[in-house]
């Protein structure tokens, strides 16, 4: 069984930046293909990003990309997501996933249990 523990989340600015963690525990990470969600209130969750076992392939939604960077340490456990560009709009709780497969839509095995993330106008 694996378990996924996210931090990183807080109240920012318009503009500003934020690290988003996710520490893994039980199975073998390196084994995992990683994957990170958001859900707004009111909203339906959606997919962010995602990187495979090794870090070599990453894939990202059209809303955050070019501004929200996933990468992974498998010798940590660790798979990250950086925020920049911030804007009112990403407010909402961030998931990270983890699975067998690579994928944008919500099919993971084992997820956490979010971290609030608040972009102010």
């Known amino acids: 069984q694996v378990q996924l523990v996210e931090s990183g989340g807080g109240l920012v600015q318009a503009g500003g930046s934020l690290r988003l963690s996710c520490a893994a525990s039980?199975?073998?990470?390196?084994?995992?293909?990683m994957g990170w969600f958001r859900q707004a209130p009111g909203k339906e969750r959606e997919f962010v990003a995602s990187?495979?076992?090794?870090?070599?392939?990453?894939s990202y939604s059209d809303s955050v990309k070019g501004r929200f960077s996933i990468s992974r340490d498998n010798a940590k456990k660790t798979v990250y997501l950086q925020l920049d560009s911030l804007r009112p709009e990403d407010t909402a709780v961030y998931y990270c996933?983890?699975?067998?497969?690579?994928?944008?839509?919500?099919?993971?095995?084992?997820w956490g249990q979010g971290t609030q993330v608040t972009v102010s106008s």
């Open positions: 039980g199975g073998t990470f390196s084994w995992l293909s």
């Open positions: 990187i495979s076992r090794s870090g070599a392939y990453t």
């Open positions: 996933a983890a699975g067998s497969i690579q994928t944008t839509s919500p099919q993971y095995n084992y």
